[in-house]
């Protein structure tokens, strides 16, 4: 509740459209499930990183294409596959992307304020008694 009130928070001083649902799924594994690797700030990061590239470029080349929300969709899942930086609240980012008129930019801009307002809420509410080591060492070989 208080990382969604922080973005909204953000979002209502800003005027910023940061209250995205994606990072209503990202609240879920940051707070319920910290020790999850799709809840890792890598996994968040570059999971948004990946899927906002992919569908802003998706709607670029193909706007209001609903057939390419669906292709950014999978390879946005694809390419975070094989990244190994999974995180499934992104992969509803290219979909965004279609829903919402944003320039390529805004995206970025809105997605990453989101997100460190939500892992750095999440670093302090693990520090807290009782703690929970967040971030996990994560190994990323084999």
Request: hydrophobic fraction near 65%; charge should be positive.
């Given at each position: 509740m208080l990382g969604m009130a922080l973005v909204g928070t953000l979002s209502t001083?800003?005027?910023?459209?940061?209250l995205i649902a994606p990072l209503g799924a990202t609240?879920?594994?940051l707070f319920g499930q910290p020790s999850s690797p799709l809840a890792q700030p890598m996994n968040i990061f570059g999971g948004y990183l990946i899927a906002a590239i992919v569908g802003v470029g998706a709607m670029a080349l193909f706007p209001?294409?609903?057939?390419?929300?669906a292709c950014a969709v999978g390879i946005?899942?694809?390419l975070m596959l094989m990244?190994?930086?999974t995180h499934p609240p992104a992969g509803a980012l290219p979909l965004v992307a279609t829903a919402i008129p944003f320039q390529g930019q805004e995206l970025f801009v809105f997605v990453l304020i989101?997100?460190?307002?939500?892992?750095s809420l999440a670093l302090v509410h693990h520090w807290l008694p009782p703690r929970v080591q967040?971030?996990?060492r994560i190994d990323r070989e084999g």
């Open positions: 001083l800003t005027g910023l459209p940061l609240a879920v594994l209001a294409a609903w057939w390419a929300a946005a899942i694809a990244l190994r930086v989101g997100c460190i307002s939500l892992v967040y971030p996990t």
